[in-house]
């Protein structure tokens, strides 16, 4: 069961007040900086004023955000877009200008330096002043609530921002998905090229020159079926490893636990399997959550150098976790390879999400979030852990 919110008592809220009242007036000067530096940026002398006045309107517009945190007892978060690491100011500028974010904090200053200021410095007042003490005690409450929801309604997205924002990363999402299983497919078609299509015709060459020795030499005609059973061999062997790169037997035999258990036996890191799952998810996410794992602890074999490494399986809020962790070096960058990249895009295309966390010296600590249904757990012949 939850814990029940705990709101902050009158003297918090009239605290509250008070600091709102004081940062009234640097939310007025970087208003006005923000508004005149932004008229100034086509002869580049605004730009500097921008670099400063931006981040600090956001820490101000920040400290709002967890003062009406409290008060309402929700969250207020601050989903400004990223800037990329290594941007040059004027990057930087243009991802200010298209975070819509970014102009809802210059309308919440303006709000904030009228109708917010006279809100607060009501509160203060009630306080300060002996003979209001009565109307103090009953309507410090509903004035800083009020002021909290202004805070809320300008510093935080509303509904049809959310939805376009939805729409967009489905829409990046979609078009990442797409690229990626065109790549996938010029890969099978690649592997089925140069392997087993390469075998069949030698195969298909040498059957052909065996059929046309047996009446003249037999023994050579022998030997070249033997080659040809061997090519066969050869080819099956190329198939079976397409079919694995596609979708794993062991995974549609023994389910998520059981492949992570397989990849871990051939780990050279000794690897922990914690599987805390009570069915199993649709094949797709199965499929997509087993390659991520893999990927990971490919990587953890490649450049963690550890001699310990963990993973965990679980399910809670309709969610399936998964925790890819090791004592290595640490320093994973999720943006700087291709594997993680495409980690992140097998999830997205099901609304998963990666997090990483991996300070110098470590641990790494890669988590796996995918929203799912959990089917009723199937018992089969190889349902066991490997």
Same mark, same amino acid.
């Given at each position: ?36 530096? *932004? ?52 990057? &930087?500028?243009?991802?200010?200008? /298209? ?87 010029? &890969? ?10 390469? /075998? ?118 309709? &969610? ?14 999720? *943006? ?46 190889? *349902?066991?852990?490997?």
């Amino acid at each position: 069961m939850d814990e029940p919110t705990k709101f902050p008592g009158r003297l918090r809220m009239t605290a509250y007040a008070a600091a709102q009242v004081l940062l009234a007036i640097p939310v007025l000067v970087l208003f006005v900086l923000t508004v005149v530096a *932004s008229v100034l940026v086509v002869v580049w002398i605004g730009i500097g004023v921008l670099l400063v006045s931006v981040p600090a309107s956001r820490w101000i517009a920040n400290r709002h955000r967890a003062m009406a945190s409290r008060v309402l007892g929700v969250p207020v978060p601050a989903a400004y877009r990223v800037v990329p690491e290594g941007a040059n100011p004027v990057q &930087r500028l243009t991802v200010w200008a /298209r975070d819509p974010l970014t102009w809802r904090d210059l309308a919440w200053a303006l709000m904030t330096i009228t109708v917010g200021f006279t809100l607060s410095l009501l509160a203060v007042v009630l306080l300060v002043v002996i003979a209001t003490g009565a109307l103090w005690w009953f309507g410090i409450e509903p004035i800083m609530r009020a002021r909290s929801r202004l805070d809320q309604m300008f510093l935080s997205y509303g509904h049809t921002e959310k939805l376009e924002q939805r729409v967009q990363v489905l829409t990046e999402t979609r078009a990442e998905t797409i690229d990626h299983s065109a790549a996938e497919l010029r &890969r099978i078609e690649r592997d089925l090229h140069d392997g087993a299509q390469a /075998r069949l015709v030698a195969l298909g060459m040498s059957l052909g020159v065996a059929d046309d020795m047996f009446g003249t030499d037999p023994e050579g005609a022998r030997k070249m079926v033997v080659e040809a059973r061997s090519t066969t061999r050869a080819a099956l062997g190329e198939l079976r490893s397409v079919v694995r790169g596609i979708h794993p037997p062991v995974l549609a035999d023994r389910g998520l636990t059981g492949a992570v258990s397989a990849l871990a036996l051939d780990m050279a890191v000794p690897v922990v399997v914690e599987p805390r799952l009570a069915g199993r998810p649709p094949a797709p996410v199965e499929s997509a959550v087993y390659f991520a794992i893999a990927e990971c602890l490919a990587n953890i074999g490649k450049h963690a150098a550890a001699d310990r490494a963990w993973v965990d399986l679980s399910y809670a809020d309709g &969610r399936l976790v998964a925790v890819v962790g090791d004592n290595g070096k640490g320093g994973a960058n999720p *943006s700087a390879g291709t594997g993680m990249r495409g980690v992140m895009r097998r999830l997205s295309a099901f609304d998963g999400t990666m997090m990483v966390s991996s300070p110098d010296r470590g641990p790494t600590i890669i988590t796996l979030e995918v929203p799912c249904a959990l089917s009723s757990p199937k018992t089969t012949p190889s *349902s066991g852990t490997a």
